[in-house]
């Protein structure tokens, strides 16, 4: 069975930084494409990090780059958001998702998903 579990959310401050975590069980990270995605009140929700499964390429939408860093930890089967320079406009439910077929950082093409982690960015 598989699950992706994230933690590592929370509030914070604007400026601040948080790290998130999505640990997996059921499937070797490694083999999969996962993505970061996050989903505001009202709107859709939206890929913010990916990377690929066929080259290990990283994807980053044009809103975080700059401010968000996706890595991985393989002997933990887990990977990580580090989210710096936070704006209340990064305020959302936070998921990792994982597929092993998925190319892009689209939610549709992703089969598996964490039952996701509040950020919230606030003074």
């Known amino acids: 069975q598989v699950q992706l579990v994230e933690s590592g959310g929370g509030l914070v401050q604007p400026g601040g930084s948080l790290k998130l975590s999505c640990a997996a069980s059921?499937?070797?990270?490694?083999?999969?494409?996962i993505g970061w995605f996050r989903q505001a009140p009202g709107k859709e929700r939206e890929g913010v990090s990916c990377i690929s499964s066929s080259d290990g390429s990283t994807y980053y939408a044009d809103s975080v780059k700059g401010r968000f860093t996706f890595s991985r930890d393989n002997a933990k089967n887990t990977v990580y958001l580090q989210m710096n320079s936070l704006k209340p406009e990064d305020t959302a439910v936070y998921y990792c998702?994982?597929?092993?077929?998925?190319?892009?950082?689209?939610?549709?093409?992703?089969?598996?998903w964490g039952q996701g982690t509040q950020v919230t960015v606030s003074s």
């Open positions: 059921g499937l070797i990270l490694d083999y999969y494409a």
């Open positions: 998702a994982a597929d092993r077929l998925a190319t892009t950082c689209l939610r549709y093409e992703y089969d598996y």
